[in-house]
């Protein structure tokens, strides 16, 4: 436990340093706030990892040049408040919508991260609505092409530790 007491004295020390030289509306305010997350989840405090990651989405809410960010987020939000035990089905819809806004799809590895995230989370989801059948229907072909692009880069990673080494020994030819 000592070293991740000694890692959120620095996350605290830089949260500090930043909200007072950038604001609390800064993308590096909100990276830190996201880190002090990450640092909570990590001791197993899910509710408290999950106030810091709103804390890091607030930041960015009216920023449309973060908005990546902003969903992946509010994405983890949710993740970490369902893993602290709260009913989340209900925000099933408003993550669907974020997820499929136009600026969010031309960015892949945040659209990856995001599906990732809610992959899990949407496994038995039924909508119940026709605009959310819609947006299921549509986030479906992407939600396929990032598991798809996922297990293409595990059997990469698979066949190169497979791979033989390079021999030292020279090529005649």
């Given at each position: 436990m000592g070293r991740w007491d000694e890692a959120q004295q620095y996350v605290v020390k830089a949260l500090g340093i930043?909200?007072?030289?950038?604001?609390?509306?800064?993308?590096?305010?909100?990276?830190?706030?996201?880190?002090?997350?990450?640092?909570?989840e990590g001791l197993g405090n899910h509710a408290e990892a999950a106030r810091w990651m709103q804390k890091a989405a607030q930041g960015l809410e009216r920023k449309r040049d973060h908005y990546p960010d902003f969903v992946r987020y509010m994405v983890?939000?949710?993740?970490?408040?369902?893993?602290a035990g709260e009913d989340?089905?209900?925000?099933?819809p408003a993550l669907?919508?974020?997820?499929?806004?136009?600026l969010l799809s031309a960015n892949m590895p945040t659209l990856a991260?995001?599906?990732?995230?809610?992959?899990?989370l949407l496994d038995g989801y039924s909508p119940e609505d026709e605009e959310n059948?819609?947006?299921?229907?549509?986030?479906?072909?992407?939600?396929?092409?990032?598991r798809s692009e996922r297990h293409r880069r595990e059997r990469e990673n698979a066949s190169s530790e497979e791979a033989p080494e390079d021999s030292d020994i020279d090529d005649p030819g």
């Open positions: 930043v909200e007072k030289g950038l604001g609390t509306e800064h993308s590096d305010t909100a990276t830190t706030r996201s880190q002090m997350a990450v640092l909570k983890h939000y949710t993740r970490l408040r369902h893993l989340i089905a209900s925000e099933f669907l919508k974020l997820a499929s806004d136009p991260n995001v599906f990732g995230v809610l992959e899990p059948k819609r947006l299921m229907n549509r986030l479906y072909p992407i939600l396929v092409e990032v």
